[in-house]
């Protein structure tokens, strides 16, 4: 009798870019086994996934989906309780898909996927053998100081520091939501959301006082509430990616 091969790897990575709206980069075109996922997923944590906004990335599959397959995918997604509001920019195919199937394209989610080389190559004009050819740009780097946000970050807001760190002197309260390109530094409690590395930087990490998130994410890579060791809730934490994981670890 054949052996049962069994397969592990979930079909959809979620990442959280740099607005907070999840990215679900599908890796299998399994519109049932997604919607599941996903269905779970809100299950888990209704406050953070029952209706949210998401952006279908079909960069990790060999070819581009048919408009059929894309609608069926829209309404399995919307019956598992989220909302398909974009798709990520990859191909011209995938333009064109955006077009037939009425949703807008979004370039930005693509940015930390670009970094491994999965996005299609922009070609280049041809140039004379005498032109030297520029040199290639290097990873986003945090030159500006430091963004300090000394006031309360309430329920409905959002901080963003692009391309550098971000200190918050202060409670991020429930419903609120703290970004930074670089790292987060948090002297209060941390209610709401803090996505550091949210332009694809690995080595960012989380620091906060006061530790009762809703989520955190590094580099895209996430972890809700109902996810973390009990035993972390109100305890000053660092917290940063270790090989593609998020790492949680209580600070002395």
């Known amino acids: 009798m054949a052996a049962t091969t069994i397969d592990y790897e979930q ?33 888990r944590a ?3 996934f029952a209706r949210a906004a998401v952006v279908l990335d079909f960069g990790g599959l060999s ?31 995938v333009e064109e898909l955006s077009k037939d199937v009425g ?11 670009e970094r491994d080389g999965e996005a299609e190559p922009t070609p280049t004009p041809r140039k004379a053998a005498a032109e030297p050819a520029p040199a290639p740009a290097p990873p986003a780097a ?15 807001q959002q901080v963003y520091a692009q391309d550098r760190d971000l200190t918050v002197c202060a409670t991020v309260g429930a419903g609120a939501e703290v970004i930074a390109d670089g790292s987060i530094h ?39 509430l109902e996810e973390i060791p009990k035993e972390l809730l109100g305890k000053a934490v660092q917290i940063w990616l270790e ?9 002395d």
């Open 46 to 48: 209704p406050k953070l």
């Open 142 to 156: 945090r030159s500006e100081p430091g963004l300090m946000h000394v006031h309360p970050v309430r329920s409905g």
């Open 63 to 93: 070819r581009c989906p048919e408009i059929g397959e894309v609608r069926v995918l829209i309404e399995a997604l919307r019956d598992a309780g989220v909302m398909p509001v974009a798709l990520a920019y990859g191909t011209s195919a």
């Open 186 to 224: 948090i002297y209060g409690a941390l209610r709401g959301r803090a996505l550091a590395g949210a332009g694809g930087l690995a080595t960012a990490r989380i620091f906060c006082r006061e530790f009762h998130a809703e989520l955190v994410a590094v580099a895209g890579h996430y972890k809700v």
């Open 103 to 113: 949703l807008p394209l979004l370039a930005k989610f693509r940015a930390s996927y």
């Open 11 to 43: 079909a959809g990575e979620l990442k959280f870019g740099q607005v907070g709206i999840a990215n679900l980069r599908i890796r299998t075109l399994d519109a049932t086994r997604l919607a599941a996922e996903m269905a779970e997923r809100v299950q």
């Open 243 to 251: 090989h593609d994981k998020l790492r949680i670890e209580q600070l």
